[in-house]
């Protein structure tokens, strides 16, 4: 049957995002594999799928998913036991799914028989049907979870009641001192509801084998199966019981529905397009009302007009918040990908490492997150290939065994922050210096001033590396110079902090949003310039007289430190002019940050501070160095949207060139 491209586009979204949700619970399955809730979700996750794709006639896709439902339901009967192998398989089908999606949004054909996977999935009943265990069976049934239980958790406070079931290696010598630690970090999570076993008086050492524990608290899932994952356990399954948002039965009445809707992205843009077209018109408003103000009119209809106009104000600023919220998306749209890169990381590295993922619903603009996945991926990757040592190396260095890469991310004023830190060997600042002066970025007299901060940037330069194995997967420094530049085309900063044997920290720092920005408005000669906010620090005032020269450059002294001015006349081939004030002449300086230092933007005035509406440089113009778009102002002035690291660059590349 052949489909309209707007059909094939909603299937591609609406099954795209069940294989998305299908994907992530199994790799939550892999943390808990006992857990009965994410069994039935996932069952019921791959019945969407195959009855989606059957409805639509995509049989190949409909019949991969059958067989995939067929062994969850083997699951869901208890007839066979996730474990490694299985969850391999499962997850070559989820990328099978998303290939098959993909190539159909594309061609809006199947071009996938699947019966690679198919039969591989038919496998499993008779060479991988590994009953489970009695004593697994039994587990569950050590503890019953009462009404009292669930009711006692919460009159102490607690959200979250979780079950949950600890096996040791049976080879364990002193299995009461191993359970007794499971026991105590679990204590300090919350409280302990009941135990299958005895841990206030020593009992028999082979009852503390396979115990159970039932407790109260605050924490997740998560986090509460790594408070029980310690040396020498074997197997840990971490049920839910009651969670915060129930009822004592299961769910809460007043439980609401979220109601939402898909719209096309061209749409949203379309809106926000018109919106600017809006913010445009009515700072030329602004312009006429002095000009009605200061006409011989009717008192009345002067305030009539001057009601109105603050009025519009503030529907059009309703309207753009509206607007930019439509834009904006959670990071946990990419968030959920680093879960399954994880995995494949620290297998193919031989590798044990622990993700905590915070912030994931902070919200960002939908430009900005499509172009941040690839820098996001490259640092990950780095912390783990060239971070994070092998379990080997961490027991040497008395670090817990399994490495820790934690992922954050915040607002912070117009800005969003995201954070990846790890707790690796960190960057050897000694080899970063001596591979700088080798490739002659740095002489050894200006390293011996340099900051720790400035030294670990040069692991953004091209070609920058201190590793002396080639890996194929990433290299500290090799490719950084890449993510540097992404992230400063989606007008962001990085920072980097280290410390050896301690681990590393990536910061981003990135706009809200690229499409409205509050910017500075500044005239350098006769042309009409616009600054962003979010890259100015403040605003300053200075005579001629307070600027000295140092090395090749003129500096200023603000609060005990030097900062170097930056004259965009210079730039723009024409002669430093100064407004003179009683025989002194001044100057406007703009500070901004670059490279983690201040510099001066030095220009004739400082006008008015607006939002103003971004639109791309394209054509001919394209390629101008230290624009990164205009804008049009109320009174139909068009002004270049300054990108001052990369204007500081030009600058710095300029003096170099007349040194010469």
Not at 365 to 384: F, G, S, Y
Not at 408 to 429: F, H, M, P, R, T
Not at 553 to 560: A, D, K, N, P, T
Request: aromatic share 8%; proline share 2%.
């Amino acid at each position: 049957m052949i489909y309209s491209d707007k059909i094939i586009r909603a299937f591609y979204n609406d099954c795209g995002e069940l294989v998305n949700n299908l994907e992530e619970k199994l790799l939550l399955l892999e943390k808990t594999p006992e857990n009965k809730n994410i069994i039935n979700e996932v069952f019921r996750l791959a019945h969407s799928i195959k009855s989606e794709s059957g409805l639509m006639g995509f049989h190949y896709f409909s019949a991969l998913a059958h067989k995939m439902e067929d062994i969850f339901h083997l699951l869901r009967d208890g007839k066979i036991y996730v474990n490694d192998g299985l969850l391999d398989v499962f997850l070559r089908t989820t990328d099978r799914f998303k290939n098959i999606l993909n190539k159909l949004n594309q061609t809006g054909k199947e071009v996938f028989s699947n019966q690679d996977l198919i039969d591989r999935l038919s496998r499993i009943e008779p060479e991988e049907r590994e009953l489970m265990p009695e004593k697994i069976k039994k587990e569950a049934k050590k503890l019953d979870i009462s009404k009292e239980d669930i009711e006692k958790a919460i009159k102490q406070g607690f959200n979250n009641l979780f079950l949950i079931n600890v096996k040791l290696f049976d080879n364990v010598a002193l299995k009461y001192a191993k359970a007794f630690l499971v026991y105590n970090n679990l204590t300090s999570a919350g409280s302990i509801i009941k135990a299958s076993v005895d841990f206030q008086k020593q009992q028999s050492d082979d009852l503390y084998l396979d115990f159970s524990i039932l407790i109260g608290t605050n924490k997740s899932e998560n986090e509460i199966y790594d408070l029980a994952d310690v040396s020498e356990v074997e197997r840990i399954s971490v049920k839910g019981a009651f969670k915060s948002g129930e009822s004592i039965t299961g769910v809460s009445e007043d439980k609401q529905q979220m109601q939402s809707i898909r719209v096309d992205v061209s749409k949203v843009d379309s809106l926000m397009s018109y919106v600017g077209e809006l913010i445009v018109n009515y700072n030329r408003l602004e312009k006429v009302v002095p000009l009605v103000n200061a006409h011989r009119i009717q008192k009345g209809i002067k305030t009539e007009f001057n009601e109105v106009t603050t009025h519009l104000k503030r529907i059009i600023g309703f309207l753009q918040d509206d607007v930019m919220k439509i834009r904006m998306v959670p990071l946990k749209t990419l968030f959920d990908k680093i879960p399954r890169l994880i995995r494949e990381l620290s297998r193919k590295l031989d590798k044990q490492v622990m993700l905590d993922i915070s912030g994931e619903y902070t919200e960002i603009d939908k430009t900005v997150i499509e172009q941040l996945r690839d820098p996001l991926i490259h640092i990950i990757r780095n912390a783990i290939d060239h971070g994070i040592e092998t379990s080997m190396e961490r027991h040497k260095k008395g670090k817990n065994d399994k490495g820790q890469l934690t992922i954050n991310s915040y607002q912070s004023g117009n800005k969003i922050i995201i954070e990846v830190a790890d707790d690796g060997k960190g960057l050897d600042k000694e080899k970063i210096m001596y591979k700088a002066i080798q490739m002659g970025l740095v002489n050894k007299e200006k390293m011996k001033d340099m900051q720790e901060t400035d030294i670990y940037n040069f692991i953004f330069e091209p070609g920058f590396s201190t590793s002396e194995d080639v890996s194929d997967l990433s290299g500290r420094g090799v490719g950084m110079d890449v993510v540097k530049k992404n992230i400063e085309e989606l007008q962001g900063k990085m920072q980097v902090l280290s410390r050896k044997d301690q681990g590393t920290r990536i910061i981003i720092s990135l706009p809200l949003t690229l499409a409205i920005v509050k910017a500075l408005i500044v005239k350098v000669s006769d042309l009409v310039f616009a600054v962003p906010l979010y890259f100015v620090e403040e605003t300053l005032r200075i005579y001629h007289d307070q600027i000295r020269s140092l090395e090749d450059y003129e500096v200023i002294e603000l609060r005990e430190h030097l900062v170097a001015l930056v004259f965009l006349r210079e730039l723009l081939g024409k002669k430093r002019a100064a407004l003179r004030v009683k025989n002194r002449y001044k100057y406007f300086v703009i500070i901004v940050k670059y490279n983690n230092k201040k510099v001066g933007l030095v220009v004739d005035f400082l006008v008015t501070e607006q939002d103003i509406v971004i639109k791309p440089l394209s054509g001919y113009i394209e390629d101008i160095r230290g624009a990164s778009g205009v804008t049009i102002l109320g009174d139909g002035t068009v002004a270049y949207i300054l990108d001052p690291p990369k204007m500081i660059e030009s600058y710095i590349k300029s003096r170099k060139k007349v040194r010469k």
